[in-house]
Nanobody, 124 residues
Framework: QVQLVESGGGLVQAGGSLRLSCAASGRTFSRSAMGWFRQAPGKEREFVATISWNAGYTYYADSVKGRCTISRDNAKNTVYLQMNSLKPEDTAVYYC?????????????????WGQGTQVTVSS
């Protein structure tokens, strides 16, 4: 079992930055690929970023590429999402997810565990 708790969301002006954190419990974190997804009101959940178990591979949605960086600290059982140059269209609830696989994925169905989400609101 893996439990995930996100933090770091909030209200920020357009152009600002936020750093989301996802703290994981459970011994399998260091062997799990991790992902960030988001869901805006009235829209489906969408992929944001993913990182392999050893941080050797990362992949980003086109909408955030160049503005976001996913990273992880396996010693702290934590994965991060640094978001810069935020836009109003980034407003959403951001979810952290853990996979039982080592390999990163952008497919939500390949993640077994999900956090409760953290709200990010970007004002124009």
């Amino acid at each position: 079992q893996v439990q995930l708790v996100e933090s770091g969301g909030g209200l920020v002006q357009a152009g600002g930055s936020l750093r989301l954190s996802c703290a994981a419990s459970g011994r399998t974190f260091s062997r799990s690929a991790m992902g960030w997804f988001r869901q805006a009101p009235g829209k489906e959940r969408e992929f944001v970023a993913t990182i392999s178990w050893n941080a050797g591979y990362t992949y980003y949605a086109d909408s955030v590429k160049g503005r976001c960086t996913i990273s992880r600290d396996n010693a702290k059982n934590t994965v991060y999402l640094q978001m810069n140059s935020l836009k109003p269209e980034d407003t959403a609830v951001y979810y952290c997810a853990a996979s039982l696989a080592l390999v990163a994925s952008l497919i939500p169905e390949e993640y077994e565990y999900w956090g409760q989400g953290t709200q990010v609101t970007v004002s124009s």
